[in-house]
């Protein structure tokens, strides 16, 4: 064992270590009441994930990093064109959900208006499998 505190790994060292899974732990948020409440972990934190990214607004903060949140903010008050903003928001969903590793795909959207409000069901293909989501625009 060499005393400095650089450690030549060996090839074994190497591809024992890729072969390793990052966690997917991470804190409980609840989006009703904005408090943290306990941990969830792999399918559980991938939704939250999704969830998460799709209501912060890319570029606004500066502890994300450019590739986290979601452009759909910009669509706010522009319901005059809707084949537009049908044609937009799946590519903004997409776009924001696409950098996680644990996302495959997502694909198979459907956007409806309802009254006021703009709702998009989609699928997200994980490496946990395959789950059915639904945003409010």
């Known amino acids: 064992m060499a005393l400095s505190p650089i ?51 890319r570029l606004r903060y500066l502890i994300y990093s450019d590739q986290y949140g979601s452009e759909l903010e910009s669509l706010i008050g522009s319901y005059d064109s809707q084949p537009l903003i049908y044609a937009e928001v799946p590519r903004l969903i997409k776009d924001a959900l696409i950098y996680d590793d644990r996302i495959i795909d997502v694909y198979d959207f459907q956007v409806e208006a309802r009254i006021d409000d703009l709702f998009a069901t989609f699928t997200v293909e994980s490496i946990y499998g395959t789950l059915e989501q639904e945003v409010n625009i």
């Open 7 to 57: 450690q030549v790994l060996t090839q074994q060292d190497q591809t024992e270590d890729s072969a390793i899974a990052s966690p997917s732990k991470t804190y409980a948020f609840d989006f009703n009441t904005g408090e943290i409440k306990g941990f969830v972990e792999d399918v559980e934190a991938l939704k939250q994930y999704i969830r998460k990214a799709l209501v912060t607004p």
